[in-house]
T-cell receptor
Framework: ETGVTQTPRHLVMGMTNKKSLKCEQH?????MYWYKQSAKKPLELMFV???????ENNSVPSRFSPECPNSSHLFLHLHTLQPEDSALYLC?????????????FGQGTRLTVV | AQSVTQPDIHITVSEGASLELRCNYS??????LFWYVQSPGQGLQLLLK??????LVQGIKGFEAEFKRSQSSFNLRKPSVHWSDAAEYFC?????????????FGQGTTLQVKP
């Protein structure tokens, strides 16, 4: 079982829907991330949370709203999305600090906006 | 701006042949360097990483990578490719100055393995 679990694995939503993606890490890390992976584009960092505080927001539209209630859980709330938001959304965690460590990724949520 | 370039979008090799995937980075100092692999429909799995020390690092699944400071490169190699190696490979850097652990990824190289 992966140390980072994402649910759901697949999601189809209409442009007027509201849905949430969930990420849970069992690794004791203190940093969590949302990445967007679109076809033919590099992975894009969306949000960074460190010790439950958002430390980075890379010009992500407000229709994406992250939430980190504790160091083990990360959510991405979605509303009024556009078809171009269809992508694989990946959650990751790591333990940065002295001697940076690698990020561990979940299996992703494949989102389709119709 | 920091960036990662993987010049080869798609590579096809025969099973048993050697493999080299290229990665170049643009950064003022030596960053932390990673190679990840992604199978279809899956998340990213770490193959290997370089922080400091020996510039030739060994990873899982028989992969290795060599850091060359003079060329700002971190190329991934495998002496004999297996059909199960077909996947997408991502090079990534974590800037030394970053205390958040964020990664900057290249655009990826898709590896196809011919029987």
């Amino acid at each position: 079982e992966t140390g980072v679990t994402q649910t759901p694995r697949h999601l189809v939503m209409g442009m007027t829907n509201k849905k949430s993606l969930k990420c849970e890490q069992h690794l004791g890390h203190n940093a969590m991330y949302w990445y967007k992976q679109s076809a033919k584009k590099p992975l894009e960092l969306m949000f960074v949370y460190s010790l439950e505080e958002r430390v980075e927001n890379n010009s992500v539209p407000s229709r994406f709203s992250p939430e980190c209630p504790n160091s083990s859980h990360l959510f991405l709330h979605l509303h009024t999305l556009q078809p171009e938001d269809s992508a694989l959304y990946l959650c990751a965690s790591s333990q940065p600090g002295e001697g940076i460590t690698e990020a561990f990724f979940g299996q992703g949520t494949r989102l389709t906006v119709v | 701006a920091q960036s990662v370039t993987q010049p080869d979008i798609h590579i096809t090799v025969s099973e048993g042949a050697s493999l080299e995937l290229r990665c170049n980075y643009s950064y003022g100092a030596t960053p932390y360097l990673f190679w990840y692999v992604q199978s279809p429909g899956q998340g990213l799995q770490l193959l290997l990483k370089y922080f400091s020390g020996d510039t030739l690092v060994q990873g899982i699944k028989g992969f290795e990578a060599e850091f060359k400071r003079s060329q700002s490169s971190f190329n991934l190699r495998k002496p004999s490719v297996h059909w199960s190696d077909a996947a997408e490979y991502f090079c990534a850097v974590a800037p030394f100055s970053s205390n958040t652990g964020k990664l900057i990824f290249g655009q990826g190289t898709t590896l196809q393995v011919k029987p």
